[in-house]
């Protein structure tokens, strides 16, 4: 595994949070099998990220924070979503660390 595969190293002060593009979103469910906690497929097939709350957010561009216990399951279900619609920024600057804006 290289090292653009893992996780991005973040300071335990650099919050993170995730995002999903429905209009990407193939419905797959891989993100919800890899982090069930953060994603969720709704009635419309699409998959959706959730509040620390677990209330499904439906708006589009809707963010989550990435608990840090979950970010390897958070990026890894980025790394492996077949519509590439999953994003994960810091919150600080809105720099996409992991997902298909990623540099």
Known sequence: MTVQNEAPATGADEA???WID????TGD????????????LDI??????????DE???DA???????LPLLQDVVD???????DC???RRVADKVEVYGPDAD
């Open 56 to 58: 499904l957010l439906q």
């Open 22 to 25: 429905q209009d990407l979103c």
């Open 86 to 88: 999953i994003h994960v």
């Open 44 to 53: 419309d097939g699409l998959a959706y990220v959730k509040s620390a709350d």
């Open 16 to 18: 993170l949070e995730v």
């Open 29 to 40: 469910g891989i993100c919800a099998q890899y982090a069930p906690e953060v994603f969720e």
């Open 61 to 67: 561009g809707a963010t989550t924070p990435v608990p």
């Open 77 to 83: 279900s980025a790394k492996e979503c077949p519509g």
